[in-house]
Protein backbone atom coordinates (compact mmCIF):
# COMPACT_ATOMS: atom_id res chain seq x y z
CA UNK A 1 0.00 0.00 0.00
CA UNK A 2 1.93 3.87 -0.81
CA UNK A 3 1.46 6.50 1.65
CA UNK A 4 -0.16 9.70 -0.08
CA UNK A 5 1.47 12.05 1.25
CA UNK A 6 -0.38 15.45 2.36
CA UNK A 7 1.22 18.93 3.52
CA UNK A 8 1.09 18.32 7.17
CA UNK A 9 3.12 14.93 7.07
CA UNK A 10 7.11 14.50 7.76
CA UNK A 11 10.16 12.86 7.45
CA UNK A 12 13.48 12.39 7.86
CA UNK A 13 15.65 12.81 4.62
CA UNK A 14 18.96 13.33 3.14
CA UNK A 15 19.05 16.88 1.79
CA UNK A 16 21.76 17.03 -1.24
CA UNK A 17 21.97 20.58 -1.02
CA UNK A 18 23.23 21.40 2.13
CA UNK A 19 24.39 17.67 2.56
CA UNK A 20 22.78 16.82 6.03
CA UNK A 21 19.89 14.81 7.76
CA UNK A 22 16.53 16.82 7.96
CA UNK A 23 13.33 16.47 9.41
CA UNK A 24 11.82 17.69 5.91
CA UNK A 25 8.16 18.46 5.37
CA UNK A 26 5.68 17.68 2.36
CA UNK A 27 3.84 21.35 1.33
CA UNK A 28 3.18 22.78 -2.38
CA UNK A 29 5.59 24.43 -4.21
CA UNK A 30 5.64 25.98 -8.23
CA UNK A 31 8.33 23.97 -9.70
CA UNK A 32 10.37 24.14 -13.01
CA UNK A 33 10.53 20.81 -14.99
CA UNK A 34 14.27 19.70 -15.36
CA UNK A 35 15.59 20.54 -19.37
CA UNK A 36 12.52 22.40 -19.63
CA UNK A 37 11.02 25.53 -19.34
CA UNK A 38 7.89 24.13 -18.21
CA UNK A 39 6.64 25.64 -14.45
CA UNK A 40 3.81 23.26 -12.38
CA UNK A 41 2.16 24.74 -9.87
CA UNK A 42 0.24 23.44 -7.36
CA UNK A 43 2.71 20.33 -6.86
CA UNK A 44 3.65 18.47 -3.30
CA UNK A 45 7.15 18.28 -2.37
CA UNK A 46 9.35 17.34 0.29
CA UNK A 47 11.05 20.39 1.48
CA UNK A 48 14.80 21.46 3.86
CA UNK A 49 13.86 23.22 6.47
CA UNK A 50 17.55 24.69 6.93
CA UNK A 51 17.61 25.80 3.08
CA UNK A 52 14.74 25.51 1.67
CA UNK A 53 15.39 23.48 -1.53
CA UNK A 54 13.30 20.69 -2.83
CA UNK A 55 14.29 17.12 -1.53
CA UNK A 56 12.13 15.17 -3.40
CA UNK A 57 8.76 15.14 -5.58
CA UNK A 58 6.34 12.13 -3.98
CA UNK A 59 5.11 9.47 -6.46
CA UNK A 60 1.83 10.41 -5.79
CA UNK A 61 2.28 13.87 -8.00
CA UNK A 62 4.03 12.50 -10.45
CA UNK A 63 0.88 12.02 -12.66
CA UNK A 64 0.47 15.90 -12.21
CA UNK A 65 3.57 16.10 -13.72
CA UNK A 66 3.46 13.81 -16.62
CA UNK A 67 0.17 15.76 -17.53
CA UNK A 68 1.86 18.89 -17.37
CA UNK A 69 4.78 17.53 -19.64
CA UNK A 70 1.80 16.29 -22.28
CA UNK A 71 0.42 19.78 -23.01
Same mark, same amino acid.
Given at each position: ?46 ? %??? %? ?20
Amino acid at each position: MMTRWMPTHALTAHCPACRTLVHARFEYRTITLARTRLRVSKVLVDV %CPR %CDATIAVPRQALAQLREAGAK
